[in-house]
């Protein structure tokens, strides 16, 4: 059986917004993220100023903007060969349109990649996770404008200018495919809802504008740093049909395709497919696409398939989905399936169906980026956490990810998500971790911020150690 290449990048990942905190320091100017509350997160009608009775989690989060050195060496104790971490458009340049960027906050990060080598890490960094300077938003709309386009790529060519020696990998849109998704305009978009306002054509405006941002980056990218590998990332929940009626089997193709399928189309192949066209055109959808776009997708495809793995799905409107269950997501019905204690589906082998499903159709290496279970984790009075379910849960996903080397596809690496205890993107919990590292933090903010290593840190370091060949005994 195919292993694990020795090259593998085994690690965790993070956002900015959702572990760093000091939302104010250093000159860092205001980010969509650091007005997401809980009365306001998954909604796409907020007002544009923060409420001094309400609790904003992203404003202190776990504080990693100052314990970054000692949680680096955690992450190095455990073996990660790789970190995934995204950096706030917002302390670069605070208004996104600023003439100079903040040089400040360009040395943090200069120290922080410079640590992840000296202690054998390689960074992997997203440009945008699901904030973006509040400024832009007041001045143009958001990613509606395309205005946004050569801001962001002036932004992108900042950071690969300055980080051409420390990073290699990079990722210009977490999960550019979640426009979609109700509810999320506002974090992945940074356009708010008005009334009259159609949504479909504010998604696809949005989708569109950030394909051609993402298509600029790559070809700079590719200018300034030779040999990196640079695409937007995708979320990765494939629908199966409910059934194996034609009428079902067709439900899921068209799902995906929407979905998933036109996403990775532009990224990779640098096109629109023709189901996307047509629905523009039929739907007399007013999206403005103009002809030098297509060049400039053309120009610009990516190098690899980074993409999160949570969950598989079921074909329905995710424009529909109700979320006010506060699962922070879609929630599907499958009777083949377990689900997390927020209602996700658990489906490791889904994961080796992904893969190869991504490979047959692009021939391009893939990189899980994602993968992990939210749970709520006990701290015992011996300052233990005994997440069994969480080392359950990823060795299956491993165990198929393995298969799925075996089938021979191609995958660079894999990092598990929130490696640390951080604020949930969805819902804005403490509650929900996924970490291998305990976080003492609550819902409120109250806790001392204190790190706990979990059993599951101690299980993932025999993984890491043992190139993915040691996962512990089946529970
Ligand atoms: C992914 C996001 O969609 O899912 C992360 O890229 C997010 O930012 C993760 O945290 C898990 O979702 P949640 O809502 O449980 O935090």
């Not at 544009?48 to 776990?62: E, G, M, Q, V």
């Not at 054998?120 to 400024?135: D, F, K, R, W, Y």
């Not at 495809?301 to 269950?325: A, E, H, Q």
């Amino acid at each position: 059986m195919r292993k694990f290449s020795e090259h593998f990048l085994w690690g965790g990942a993070v956002s900015a917004n959702q572990c760093e905190g000091a939302f104010r320091e250093d000159g860092k100017g205001l980010s969509t993220a650091d007005l997401l509350c809980r009365e306001t997160y998954g909604k796409d009608e907020l007002e544009l100023s923060l409420n001094p009775d309400y609790y904003y989690p992203c404003h202190t989060a776990i504080d990693f903007y100052h314990t970054w050195r000692a949680d680096l060496c955690l992450f190095a104790e455990m073996g990660f060969k790789c970190f995934r971490l995204s950096v706030p458009w917002s302390r670069i340049f605070p208004n996104g349109d600023d003439e100079e960027p903040n040089e400040k906050a360009l040395r943090h990060y200069d120290e922080l990649f410079d640590e992840c080598r000296r202690l054998g890490i390689e960074p992997l960094v997203t440009l945008s996770h699901c904030e973006m300077p509040v400024a832009l938003l007041r001045k143009y709309g958001g990613w509606k404008n395309r205005t946004l386009i050569d801001l962001f790529a002036r932004y992108a060519e900042t950071m690969f200018t300055r980080y051409r020696e420390k990073v290699k990998y990079w990722i210009t849109f977490n999960e550019i495919n979640f426009i979609f998704m109700k509810g999320f305009l506002y974090q992945n978009g940074g356009v708010l809802l008005r009334p009259g306002d159609s949504l479909k054509e504010l998604q696809y405006q949005v989708a569109h504008n950030q394909f051609v941002a993402n298509a600029k980056c790559v070809k700079l990218c590719h200018e300034i740093i030779p040999g990196s590998y640079i695409s937007a990332m995708m979320e990765a929940a494939i629908a199966y049909p409910p059934t194996c009626s034609p009428e079902d089997v067709l439900l899921a193709q068209k799902s995906n395709q929407e979905y998933t399928y036109a996403y990775l189309d532009v990224l990779l192949k640098g096109e629109y497919p023709y189901y996307w066209r047509k629905r523009i055109r039929e739907e007399q959808l007013s999206v403005d696409m103009r002809e030098e776009d297509f060049r400039i997708l053309k120009e610009g495809t990516g190098d690899y398939i980074p993409f999160s793995y949570y969950m598989s799905r079921m074909p329905v409107d995710l424009c529909k989905v109700d979320l006010s269950n506060n699962s922070g997501r879609a929630v599907f019905e499958n009777p083949y399936l377990k689900t997390s204690q927020w209602g996700w589906s658990i489906d490791p082998a889904g994961l080796r169906i992904v893969a190869n499903d991504f490979y047959t159709r692009y021939a391009k290496p893939l990189f899980v980026v994602e993968n992990g279970l939210g749970a709520r984790d006990i701290l015992t009075e011996d300052e233990k956490v005994h997440d069994d379910y969480r080392i359950s849960y990823l060795r299956e996903h491993i165990r198929q990810l393995r298969l799925a080397v075996d089938d021979g596809v191609e995958i660079l690496g894999y990092t598990t998500w929130g490696c640390i205890d951080l604020v949930s993107q969805s819902t804005g919990e403490m509650s929900k971790r996924y970490g291998f590292i305990y976080v003492d933090l609550n819902d409120d903010g109250t806790g001392t911020q204190k790190r706990y290593k979990k059993d599951s840190f101690y299980w993932y370091q025999r993984v890491i150690g043992s190139n993915g060949e040691d996962l512990g005994e089946a529970l």
